[in-house]
């Protein structure tokens, strides 16, 4: 059991140090500091985030920007900078002994300097469980090292981590509190000035440059193929951000397809327009994606958290993902695996531990293949019917508060109520 630091800061509140290394760690952290600041309302935070957490009131050493690397090479090439920002935090941290230390998720960076802070006698806590069930495993020994307790996402994480030594508590996935449980198709389709009558198929190659490469071409192709099957078709594609946006627009004319709308922020009449539906949602933060996969009949979507958010939509998905057979050595090498130990990928999947939804990865993610399971998933309602089933059960089993759960925890774990 850790000890904490020293004694709680004068007036009560906890002073907790929190490294958050991107957008969606600085949305979750966001949130949970407004949980604890509900219970503690002189806690004090500060460390390594995002926008988000700044708004809730958050004092940052260093911008999140620090720890946004995209992939391998990237990493490589960041490396000096990495290095410096994880030495100048840990040092931070040990001549400030918070009450309290939060890594969430980042965890090549937050789980080395949790254990070198939780064997200085401050308590750790890790926002988001590393994904050991699908893949290095291993890692749970630098777990147990560094973790004090640990705040998953996902329920069968807790029986994972609790056969391991590590304490635990499931929080629920804050998407599910955010998405509405019953999507308004047609809502969505207004705001998007979408025809209500014609099929759409949100299209979602990812938001990395090379998930763009290897998979906007193919998705464009299968599109392709779908519009001659129904030449009604509309197909909206959302972008991150300006670059990816270039970058797609310059497949998209390479592979040109009828009725394609690239969508950003513009789309929904940026966010103050975004919140003007007829059913009084607001739906000022959300992301334009998550409008695309409202309004869309079914996503052919890359695997990643994008996966999750359609299935929470309800919408009949395909997923897909490829990489190329320099990128497969290197994940083999650092993972010492030459594929995951689930026999799914996608999220919603391995959640409801079936392929409810198709998975085309690799060699399998012909355009015609694609097209095929595509095609199925816009027009085969009964599959549809029984689909929005299963994700409206699994909606139910992920929606918790967030925020308030994972605030209690990380306030019995100062007061030395948790182990």
Known sequence: ???????LSSGGGIRASIVAGEPSGDLLAARMIRGL???????????????????????????????????????????????????DTRRRVLAQRP??????????????LEEKVRAAGIPTVHFVGPSIWAWRFERIHQIR?????????????????????????????PLAELIPEHPDRQAARSLLGLDPARRVLALMPGSRESELRLLAPRFLQAAQLLRRQDPGLQIVVPVVNARRRAQFDGILAQHPVPDCRVLDMTAVGGQD?????????DTREWPVAWHAMEAADAVLVASGTATLEAALFKRPLVISYVITPWMRRLMAWKSGQTAPSLPWVGLPNILERDFVVPELLQEAATPEA???HTWTALTDTALGMRISDRFTALHGTLRRDTPGLAAQAILDVCHGHAI
């Open 1 to 7: 059991m850790d000890r904490a630091a020293g004694p």
């Open 37 to 87: 600041l509900a219970r503690d309302p002189a806690a004090q935070t500060m460390g390594i985030g995002g926008p988000a957490m700044a708004r809730a009131g958050f004092q940052a050493w260093h911008p999140m920007d620090a720890l946004s690397v995209f992939g391998y090479v990237d990493a490589l090439r960041q490396a000096p900078r990495l290095v410096r920002t994880w030495y």
């Open 99 to 112: 009450d309290v230390f939060i890594g969430v998720d980042a965890p090549d960076f937050n789980l080395r």
């Open 145 to 173: 090292r560094a973790v004090s307790h640990m705040l998953v996402l996902f329920p069968f994480e807790v029986d994972l981590y609790r056969e391991q030594g590590v304490p635990v508590t499931y929080v629920g996935h």
């Open 273 to 281: 327009g975004a919140a003007r539906r007829a059913d009084g949602l």
């Open 370 to 372: 694609l097209a095929e």
